[in-house]
């Protein structure tokens, strides 16, 4: 049995990144980036007025309220370069770019207008207060400066990404593939079907559909996805169909363990891979696997208990998918525990837990009861996971964890702190 740290620096010494692939941004929702963005344009692209109202020149110092302007032109959002008229201000509507020559803004709501023209356009005005210079000009390149590292090689495309890329129109990026992954379910008391009854002894398939759902949101693409029973003739041919459905990372539920029909380790020796480890010193999920198949090919067995599945997932897998998308490890956070807790040494424990505000405002981490493995109902509660350390056993109120999100994509833990959902 070696210790987690140990466990996740091996799969991390298999794992290089995908080689990139380039696509339309339009499409690229979600895909990591395989290189930094850099801006080959100004952003905003011309200098423009952020308010309706008149542009003026300030000659570089402050004009004061009772100024009189004469009104010449009119320029709005859309229209090309303008040169304004020497002395006169220019109507000027929110986005259009300010005429050369000009240098300030007065909203509409700050001039009394003087006198119209026989359309009821204002012709003369009067500053109602003082202009500054650059009052309400957005300037070019105030928010990105041509030539600027916008994003970072590893970044996942967020619509806020995508946002700004469309801004800037950049048509293409280049990303990482997304890692095709197959899903093998080993069971025979498994039932796929949700309308299948269930014969005695028979449970219903939980991992898969949560396994696939996770991976989807993780940046994998669940290549092949099938149950098999406990029969390591029929697993190693679902096995071989994974691999050619082009499977880099292969993951199975179950079958690790001590148990008569736990086959998985030998059916993969038999397979001629290395196995890189077997058993960690986590709870839950201590059986887990992992090996390298011939093909170079990463084999995660999961252990069958859903909560043991889903921790392999978040803590093993999700960092080796990462490490192939070319990501940087991810941090946890440091959260004091709401209430005392217990725990045995020499184990890492990855717990069900509830980031939620304190009557204080704070981020406190509450660790949600039914923490046994078979137990799915409380992860509905939970918005994290909780790390627990190998050496502590006895942790008062207020001691400092390790606190991770549900999934690793990025979501804010500070986001999910919201008290208004109260734990049950
Ligand atoms: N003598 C020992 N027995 C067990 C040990 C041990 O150390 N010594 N470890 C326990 C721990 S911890 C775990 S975790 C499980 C792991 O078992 P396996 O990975 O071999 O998984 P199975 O035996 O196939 O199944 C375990 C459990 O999970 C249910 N299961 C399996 N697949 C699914 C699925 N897709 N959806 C829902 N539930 C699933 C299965 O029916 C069993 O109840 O071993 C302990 N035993
Ligand atoms: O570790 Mo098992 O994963 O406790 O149920
Ligand atoms: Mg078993």
Redesign the pocket.
């Known amino acids: 049995m070696i210790a987690y740290d140990d466990a996740l620096a091996r799969i991390l010494a298999a794992c290089s990144p995908l080689p990139a692939e380039t696509v339309a941004t339009s499409i690229a929702l979600a895909r990591v980036l395989a290189q930094d963005v850099v801006s080959a344009a100004d952003l905003p692209p011309f200098d423009n007025t952020a308010m309706d109202g008149f542009a003026l020149a300030t000659g570089g110092a402050e004009l004061a309220a009772g100024n009189e302007f004469v009104v010449a032109g009119s320029q709005a959002a859309g229209d090309g370069d303008a040169q304004a008229v020497v002395g006169a201000a220019c109507e000027i509507m929110t986005g259009a770019s300010l005429p050369a020559g000009l240098d300030a803004v007065v909203p509409v709501e700050q001039v009394a207008v003087l006198a119209r023209d026989g359309d009821g356009r204002p012709c003369r005005i009067r500053l109602q207060a003082a202009v500054v210079p650059g009052a309400h000009v957005r300037r070019r390149g105030q928010d990105v400066a041509r030539g600027q590292t916008v994003l970072r090689a590893g970044t996942r495309l967020v619509p806020a990404a995508r946002m700004l890329l469309a801004a800037l129109g950049v048509a293409e990026v280049a990303v990482r593939p997304q890692v095709p992954v197959a899903l093998l379910s080993t069971g025979r008391e498994l039932v796929d079907d949700p309308r299948q009854p269930l014969a005695p002894g028979q449970i219903r398939n939980s991992n898969g559909p949560y396994l696939g759902d996770r991976l989807a949101e993780a940046g994998a693409a669940v290549v092949h996805r099938e149950t098999v029973a406990d029969d390591p003739q029929a697993f190693v041919e679902a096995l071989q169909r994974a691999l050619a459905a082009g499977a880099q990372v292969l993951l199975s539920t179950g079958a690790v363990?001590m148990g008569r029909y736990d086959f998985v380790p030998d059916a993969l020796r038999g397979l001629g891979a290395e196995l890189v480890f077997h058993k960690v010193a986590?709870?839950?999920?201590?059986?887990?696997l992992f090996a390298r198949l011939r093909g170079g090919q990463l084999y995660f067995g999961l252990?069958?208990?859903p909560?043991?599945?889903a921790?392999?997932l978040r803590f093993f897998v999700e960092p080796a998918l990462r490490a192939l998308l070319g990501q940087a490890p991810e941090c946890a956070l440091q959260l004091p525990l709401a209430a005392p807790a217990r725990k045995k040494p020499g184990l890492r424990f990855f717990q069900k837990a509830r980031v939620a505000l304190a009557d204080d405002g704070r981020a406190q981490v509450q660790l949600l009861a039914g923490q046994?493995?078979?137990r799915i109902q409380p992860l509905l509660a939970a918005n994290a996971w909780a790390v627990l350390a190998e050496d502590a056993a006895e942790l008062p109120a207020g001691a400092m964890v390790a606190v991770y999100g549900l999934g690793a994509d990025g979501v804010l833990l500070a986001a999910q702190a919201d008290a208004a959902v109260e734990a049950p």
């Open positions: 363990s986590i709870r839950p999920g201590k059986p887990l252990p069958g208990n909560v043991s599945s921790v392999g046994e493995s078979f």
